[in-house]
């Protein structure tokens, strides 16, 4: 399944955007979903999960405390809630998900669906 997400755009340091990802023709139940980020120049590194449950959230250090990673009521979609934006965080961002639970959520490995990306810049 292509995942699709959106919600990107420009923001000035200290902003906020929330990232959205939707799976055409299923929700999130059973499927346990992450975000990924690639900065230029820099390879693809884990931003947040969350198992399948929904009640167990991951974190990379640099994001903790400021990133929230979440889904609607009805599993529809998944969300990345990103506060306090530096220019550290301007990178094109990756939702993914795989069916339950995986062994390693901090590895992009795990997943198997992915979608577009979209593009995340913070200025200052």
């Known amino acids: 399944v292509q995942l699709q997400a959106s919600g990107g755009g420009s923001v000035q340091v200290g902003g906020s955007l929330r990232l959205s990802c939707t799976a055409p023709g299923r929700t999130w139940n059973n499927y346990s979903g992450a975000w990924f980020r690639q900065a230029p120049g820099k390879e693809r590194e884990f931003v947040a999960a969350i198992r399948w449950t929904g009640g167990k959230t991951y974190y990379s250090d640099s994001v903790k405390g400021r990133f929230t990673i979440f889904r609607d009521n009805a599993a529809n979609n998944m969300y990345l809630q990103m506060n306090s934006l530096n220019s550290e965080d301007t990178a094109v961002y990756y939702c993914?998900?795989?069916?339950?639970?995986?062994?390693?959520?901090?590895?992009?490995?795990?997943?198997?669906?992915w979608g577009q990306g979209t593009l995340v810049t913070v200025s200052s």
């Open positions: 993914a998900s795989a069916w339950f639970g995986v062994s390693d959520y901090e590895r992009s490995g795990s997943y198997h669906d």
